[in-house]
C-alpha cells in the first residue's frame, strides 16, 4: 500500500474505515441502551471488594432503599459506569492486541496491506463504473469518492480515459487533470513542484524539455516526479518518454568528447573515476521499482524490467517491446510515435553494446531506424542526428547502411554535414584514404557516388551532374553564411580541421569587409583557434581587419554597432602569443591595448595578471590593480541596471534580461577567481548565473574554477563534468577536466 505524507491528508482523504476488516468492531448504543440498568451492570459485578483494614467486606455498601443496589447520587453511578466502560474497552483492545502479535510479524502485515490493497483496488473499480451511472447525483459523489482515493486511484483512472463508455472516459479525463490529483507532493523541493506545474501547462513539444530539466535536476530531486508522470500520465507517449529519461540515468559512465580531434589527452583510471564518482551514482532501483509496482502502464513496466537488473541481460525480452512499438509505429498508433521509436531503440542498442559481445545486437537494433527515418520524405535533421549518435555510439557502420538506403535523388542534394559525417564513419573504419577524398569532395561541394560492391568502397563518379559552381554564387553572402554555420557544426562534433577548411574558404577574398557575415566568420574561425591554443594563428586571421579597424575612422563607423569585439581580441591574442614566447614586454604592452578598446574584455585582464611576478614594477602593479578595479566597478553597474531592468520589464522580456543578467554575473565571476579578489563571493557569483542559465557551459566551467579556487577539487571535478556534457568537444573544458581530475585523485584516502 502507498504510504502517504502527513501534510497530503487534506488532499488525499484516506478509505472508508468501514472497507477494513481487520479492524475490531464495536457495538453502538441509544440513548435508552446507555442505561446502566438495562445493560444488567452493577457495582458488584464490575468493581472487586477489596478488604478493609478495619474488618469491612467491602469499600461500599449498597443502598437497600433502591434496586438494583444503585445509590440516590446518580452522577456518582454515572461516572462509575463511563469509568467501567473504558476498562471494557481497554481490555478488548488489548485482547485484540493480544491476538493480532501472536501472529507473525512480517506475514500478518503483508497479509493485511494485500487485503486492505484489494479492498481499495474493489471500490476503486466500483467507483470508476459509477461515473457512467444514469444518475448525475450518483457521478458526482462517485467523482468525489475517487479524488478521496488520491494517488491510490490515478492507475485505474488513467485506464478509464480508454473506457468504451464515452461518459466515463469523460469523466475519468476531468479527474486525471483535476486539482484534487495533484502530481505535486508538498514536500518535493521548490525547483521540482515549479517544473511540474510547467509541464502540465506546456504544450506536447515542450513537454519534452520540461521532463529532461526533471532529469537534469541535481541529487536526483526529478526521480519521484519523472516515476508518476511514467504510471499516471494520461498520454502514452509522454509516459514513455518520462520513462526513458529514467532509463537513460543507467547508461554505463563515460566521458563524453574524449575522441576529439586534436585530442586533449585524457587518460582516466576507471577505478579512480568510480571512486570520485561514488556519491554520485545513487542506486535509484528500489526507489523506481516501490514507486511503479502498482501501475500497469507500458512505462511503467518498462521500468520494472529496467530497473530489476535481471541475469543475464534480457535481450529476448527487450527486443518484443521494439518489436510492438514499431507495429504501433507503422499503424500510426497515438500510444507512440517516430522521436519515441528513435529515443527508445537507440538506448536499447546502448545497453545491448554495453553487454558483453553484445556489439552485433546493437547493430540489429538499430538498423530498424533508417528504414523508419526514410519511409516518408527524407527529414535531414534527423537522418544527421541519427548519424551523429552512430558515431558518438563507436558504430559507424550505421552511417554507411543509412546512406546506402537514401534514395538516390537524396545523396545529390543531402545536407553537406552528412557527407563529412560519411567521411568520419570511414575514418573510423580505418578507410582514411576515402575519408579524405569524401572531405575533399565536399569541401569543393562536388556530387558523387560510392561503389559498395568493392572493397574497400571506392568512389564511383565524382563527376556528376550538378558539379559546376556559379562563381558569383560561390563568392555570396549566403553561400559565405552556409558555409560558416556548417563550420559551426562541424566544431560542435569535433571535426576541426574540416571547419577551419570551411571557415578560411567562406573568408577567402573578404578578410577584411566590414560585413556583418565576416565578422561572424572570423569571430568564430579566431575562437576556434585559440581553443587550440593556437593564439598566433587567430592573430594573423584579424590583422587586416584590424589594421582597417585602426587606420579608417568610417570602418570604425561601420562596425560600431557589433558586439563582438574583434579589435580588442586581436591584441588579446597577440598578448597571449608573446606570452607563450616568453616576450613580458611585449605581452603587456597588448594586453593594455586590449583593455583600452574594451574594458569588458576581462581575458586580456586575466592574462595581464597572469604576467605578475617578481620583476613587475610598482608602477604596473599600480596600472594593473586600477584596471582591475575599474573593469570590477564597471560590471557591478551593468549587474545592478539589468537588475532594475529586471524589475520593471514585462514578463515577455524578463527570460532574455535574466539571460544577460547571467552573462554578467559570469564575467565577474571569472574575472574575480582568475585575479586577486574574494574567491567566496566569486563563487555566489558563479552560482547565482548557473541558476539563471545552467545550460551553458561556460558558466559551469566557472563555476568549477571557483570551486577548484575554493578548495573543493571533487566538486569542481564533478561540476566540469556537467560543463562537458553540454559542449563535449571543446578542448579547453577537457584541459580543465583533466586538472581537476588530477587535483581530485590525489586528495582520495589510501583505500581508494
Excluded at 479492498?119 to 459509477?130: G, S
Excluded at 473506457?163 to 502530481?183: F, G, K, M, T, V
Excluded at 525547483?191 to 510547467?198: A, G, M, S, V, W
Excluded at 593564439?535 to 585602426?550: F, G, H, I, T
Amino acid at each position: 500500500m502507498l504510504s502517504r505524507n502527513p501534510s497530503d491528508c487534506q488532499k488525499f482523504h484516506a478509505p472508508n474505515p468501514k472497507n477494513m476488516p481487520f479492524l475490531p468492531v464495536f457495538p453502538t448504543f441509544s440513548a435508552q441502551s446507555l442505561r446502566p440498568d438495562s445493560l444488567g451492570w452493577t457495582p458488584e459485578a464490575t468493581i472487586p471488594k477489596i478488604p478493609s483494614r478495619f474488618g469491612s467486606a467491602s469499600r461500599s455498601t449498597p443502598s437497600k432503599s433502591k434496586p438494583n443496589g444503585f445509590e440516590p447520587n446518580f452522577e456518582k453511578n454515572q461516572m462509575n459506569f463511563f469509568l467501567n466502560a473504558t476498562l471494557a474497552f481497554v481490555a478488548t483492545v488489548t485482547l485484540w492486541t493480544c491476538f493480532a502479535g501472536a501472529q507473525t510479524p512480517q506475514n500478518s502485515k503483508e497479509n493485511t496491506n494485500q487485503r486492505v490493497d484489494q479492498d481499495a483496488d474493489e471500490q476503486i473499480h466500483l467507483l470508476i463504473e459509477q461515473l457512467g451511472a444514469p444518475s448525475y447525483a450518483q457521478r458526482t459523489e462517485a467523482r468525489e469518492r475517487l479524488e478521496g482515493y488520491g494517488a491510490l486511484a490515478l492507475d485505474a483512472i488513467r485506464k478509464a480515459t480508454l473506457n468504451p463508455d464515452p461518459e466515463i472516459a469523460s469523466q475519468a479525463r476531468y479527474l486525471a487533470q483535476s486539482n484534487y490529483l495533484e502530481w505535486t507532493w508538498n514536500y518535493e523541493p521548490f525547483e521540482t513542484r515549479k517544473l511540474i506545474e510547467k509541464y502540465k501547462l506546456a504544450s506536447n513539444s515542450d513537454k519534452i524539455k520540461h521532463l529532461r530539466e526533471l532529469s537534469d535536476l541535481d541529487n536526483n530531486h526529478g526521480v519521484a516526479a519523472l516515476c508518476r508522470i511514467s504510471c499516471y500520465e494520461t498520454s502514452e507517449v509522454h509516459a514513455k518518454l518520462a520513462a526513458l529519461e529514467l532509463m537513460k540515468k543507467l547508461q554505463p559512465n563515460r566521458i563524453p568528447g574524449t575522441d576529439a580531434q586534436p585530442p586533449a589527452n585524457l587518460s582516466f583510471d576507471p577505478k579512480i573515476l568510480q571512486a570520485l564518482l561514488r556519491n554520485s551514482q545513487i542506486d535509484l532501483s528500489a526507489q523506481v521499482l516501490e514507486a511503479t509496482k502498482r501501475s500497469s502502464s507500458s512505462a511503467a513496466k518498462w521500468l520494472q524490467l529496467a530497473y530489476s537488473n535481471p541475469q543475464p541481460w534480457p535481450a529476448d525480452v527487450w527486443l518484443g517491446i521494439l518489436d510492438e512499438e514499431q507495429r504501433l509505429v507503422e499503424n500510426s498508433s497515438p500510444q507512440t510515435n517516430i522521436n519515441l521509436f528513435v529515443d527508445f531503440a537507440t538506448w536499447l542498442a546502448k545497453q545491448a553494446a554495453s553487454q558483453v559481445e553484445g556489439r552485433q545486437t546493437a547493430l540489429k537494433i538499430a538498423r530498424r531506424i533508417p528504414p523508419l527515418l526514410l519511409a516518408g520524405p527524407p527529414d535531414p535533421e534527423k537522418l544527421t542526428e541519427f548519424a551523429n549518435w552512430a558515431i558518438e555510439s563507436q558504430l559507424p557502420e550505421l552511417v554507411i547502411d543509412q546512406y546506402r538506403q537514401l534514395p538516390k535523388q537524396f545523396p545529390q542534394n543531402s545536407p553537406t554535414l552528412l557527407n563529412y559525417l560519411l567521411a568520419k564513419s570511414f575514418a573510423l573504419l580505418n578507410q582514411k584514404e576515402l575519408a579524405d577524398q569524401i572531405a575533399k569532395l565536399t569541401l569543393e561541394r562536388k556530387t558523387f557516388s560510392l561503389d559498395f560492391s568493392k572493397n574497400p568502397t571506392e568512389i564511383l563518379d565524382a563527376n556528376l551532374p550538378g558539379n559546376a559552381q556559379n562563381p558569383l554564387l560561390f563568392r555570396s553572402a549566403t553561400f559565405s553564411f552556409e558555409r560558416i554555420s556548417l563550420a559551426q557544426e562541424l566544431v560542435e562534433t569535433g571535426d576541426f580541421a574540416w571547419a577551419e577548411a570551411e571557415l578560411r574558404l567562406a573568408l577567402e577574398g573578404q578578410e577584411d569587409s566590414p560585413e556583418r557575415i565576416t565578422i561572424l566568420g572570423l569571430h568564430t574561425l579566431t575562437q576556434l583557434l585559440h581553443d587550440q591554443q593556437r593564439d598566433k594563428d587567430a592573430a594573423d586571421a584579424l590583422e587586416r581587419w584590424a589594421s582597417r579597424y585602426q587606420n579608417e575612422r568610417l570602418f570604425r563607423m561601420q562596425v560600431e554597432d557589433l558586439d563582438l569585439d574583434l579589435a580588442s581580441n586581436y591584441h588579446l591574442f597577440r598578448g597571449n602569443q608573446y606570452a607563450q614566447e616568453n616576450q613580458p614586454d611585449k605581452a603587456r604592452e597588448q594586453f593594455l591595448i586590449s583593455i583600452a578598446q574594451s574594458l569588458e574584455n576581462v581575458d586580456a585582464l586575466i592574462g595581464l595578471a597572469r604576467l605578475a611576478g617578481p620583476n613587475e614594477t610598482p608602477e604596473q602593479k599600480r596600472q594593473r590593480d586600477s584596471q582591475q578595479e575599474r573593469s570590477i566597478s564597471m560590471l557591478r553597474n551593468r549587474i545592478d541596471e539589468i537588475e532594475r531592468d529586471i524589475r520593471v520589464a514585462n514578463l515577455m522580456f524578463q527570460s532574455m534580461e535574466k539571460k544577460r543578467l547571467a552573462n554578467f554575473l559570469n564575467t565577474l565571476a571569472w574575472l574575480m577567481i582568475n585575479t586577486d579578489s574574494d574567491p567566496r563571493e566569486a563563487l555566489l557569483l558563479s552560482r547565482r548565473s548557473c541558476s539563471l542559465d545552467p545550460q551553458q557551459s561556460a558558466f559551469q566551467d566557472t563555476l568549477a574554477h571557483c570551486f577548484e579556487k575554493n578548495g573543493q577539487v571533487l566538486q569542481a571535478f564533478k561540476t566540469q563534468l556537467k560543463a562537458i556534457k553540454l559542449e563535449p568537444h571543446q578542448l579547453s573544458l577537457q584541459r580543465a577536466l583533466n586538472r581537476f581530475y588530477e587535483k581530485a585523485a590525489k586528495e582520495l584516502p589510501p583505500g581508494d
